[in-house]
């Protein structure tokens, strides 16, 4: 066992984030939080995106060929710099970097933000697996086009390209990025956090990993578990 892989050692240092906000008593209210939460309005906004993703079906193929026919230097820079975001590195050593900066340092909202913003990945990592499963779309590289559901010898022959919808990718990084977006009022930042699951979701479909109508989704699952961390965990921000 390779104790020093790069996923082994984010996942324990994700665990220690999250044993180190346990012991400060900052997670065992969580139950009571969740009860007084509205979840209708969450699940409104998903059934909006799950209905914009529909309509995109049937353009999926189109707009998927405009995207990896757009064969400029800084397209594939944007491109390089999203595969980047989303397989090369992950973003959550980012962001627990920033944690423990904010432990050494004494600053509450550094570990406030930085540990909410991967509290809004984890469970959008998490509840994404549900429509991939449940739906079984083909990735386009398989060759079997954007209506191609319910492949179930995914589960007998490891059935990765039948887990499209959504990307887990784009997710991971949407889910961090629009959390923090939403905890500061600087503009320029707020570009910039937006755009970078974008980047993410231009590599996964220039690589032909994705369709349209996944990315939608899956931005949608980052902006609907970001909004419903901020709402759960109303902790310090980081305005700037």
């Known amino acids: 066992m390779d104790f020093f892989h790069p996923k082994l050692i984010t996942f324990t240092l994700a665990v220690s984030v999250y044993f180190w ?20 309005f969450y699940l409104r906004l998903l059934a909006l995106f799950f209905l914009i993703a529909i309509g995109l079906f049937f353009v999926d193929l189109d707009l998927l060929r405009f995207v990896q026919n757009l064969n400029y230097p800084s397209f594939n820079a944007i491109s390089r710099l999203g595969g980047f975001l989303g397989r090369e590195i992950n973003p959550w050593l980012f962001l ?63 059935g990765g390209r039948f887990y499209s919808f959504p990307s887990g990718d784009v997710v991971v990084v949407a889910a961090m990025a629009y959390f923090v977006m939403l905890q500061t009022k600087n503009l320029f930042l707020r570009i910039i956090l937006f755009l970078l699951p974008i980047t993410t979701a231009i590599a996964r479909m220039d690589a032909n990993k994705h369709w349209p109508s996944d990315i939608v989704l899956s931005l949608g699952f980052g902006l609907i578990c970001a909004l419903f961390v901020e709402s759960l965990l109303p902790q310090p921000s980081l305005r700037t």
């Open 21 to 40: 906000e346990w012991k400060g008593g900052r997670l065992r209210e969580l139950g009571s939080r969740i009860r007084k939460i509205k979840i209708g």
């Open 96 to 158: 627990i970097a920033w944690y423990f900066l904010g432990l050494v340092f004494h600053r509450l909202a550094w570990m406030a933000v930085s540990f909410r913003a991967i509290f809004s990945s984890t469970l959008a990592s998490i509840f994404c697996q549900i429509p991939k499963l449940l739906f079984l779309r083909a990735r386009p590289n398989s060759n079997q086009g954007p209506f191609s559901f319910f492949n179930f010898e995914a589960f007998s022959s490891g």
